[in-house]
């Protein structure tokens, strides 16, 4: 079975300072792996998704994470925090077949500080 | 593209009462999923439907719940005999195989439920 498991209920970071969130996932097949971000009373949306191929991946808004195989890792990154960051982040995994439906971390609560 | 629809957003009912919510997928969307999502945690997946066709349920969901998705368009949830526990974020979210097995879902904004 996947899981995922986010660092960290909360981080608070300087506003243009980096972001970095973490998750960490467990599969037994090769896996897929998504970030999505949630604002305060919306849906979540998706930042970036991992399939195959180039590890780095980059999504919107600046935000880039990259695949580390021997880590098991998938950590989101970006270089300069802005106000408009603050919101909830969740870090998410499917297998390759597609066929299991997303597994989601319980989630990174990122508040930038002015 | 007027993305997923879900109503109502909010529901208060009492316990013991029947609720049914629905979502509206992205039109030509064949995926549709149900997640559910208490405070604090991250969305726990319910049951997902692959056109009309119901093709997994989560062990959460128990006997109370069901879901249809009746012409392959939209899908309603609904909540039997409500318990306090049941209070929590349903979302729907929808995607397309046509874009690959694992096409992104595209969230609704979700419906709070309140049981008193």
């Known amino acids: 079975a996947q899981s995922v498991t986010q660092l960290g209920s909360h981080v608070s970071v300087s506003e243009g300072a980096l972001v970095l969130l973490r998750c960490n996932y467990s599969?037994?097949?090769?896996?897929?792996l998504f970030w999505y971000v949630q604002y305060p009373n919306q849906g979540l949306q998706l930042l970036l998704k991992?399939?195959?191929?180039?590890?780095l991946v980059k999504g919107i808004n600046g935000f880039e994470a990259e695949f580390k195989k021997s880590e098991t890792s998938f950590h989101l990154t970006k270089p300069s925090a802005h106000m408009s960051d603050a919101a909830e982040y969740f870090c998410a995994v499917s297998d390759e077949t597609g066929n299991t439906p997303l597994v989601f971390g319980k989630g990174t609560r990122l508040s930038v500080i002015a | 593209d007027t993305g997923v629809s879900q109503n109502p957003r909010h529901k208060i009912t009492k316990r013991g009462q029947n609720v049914t919510f629905r979502c509206d997928p992205i039109s030509e969307h064949n995926r549709l999923y149900w997640y559910r999502q208490t405070l604090g945690q991250g969305p726990e997946f319910l049951t997902y439907?692959?056109?009309?066709?119901?093709?997994?349920k989560s062990r959460l969901l128990s006997d109370r719940f069901s879901a249809e998705r009746p012409k392959g368009s939209f899908s309603t949830l609904e909540i039997q005999r409500t318990e306090q526990g049941d209070s929590a974020m349903y979302l729907c979210a929808s995607s397309h195989t046509k874009t690959g097995y694992n096409s992104p879902l595209h969230f609704g904004n979700g419906t709070r439920l309140t049981v008193t």
């Open positions: 439907f692959q056109n009309e066709a119901q093709l997994e």
């Open positions: 991992y399939t195959t191929g180039a590890t």
């Open positions: 599969s037994s097949v090769p896996p897929y």
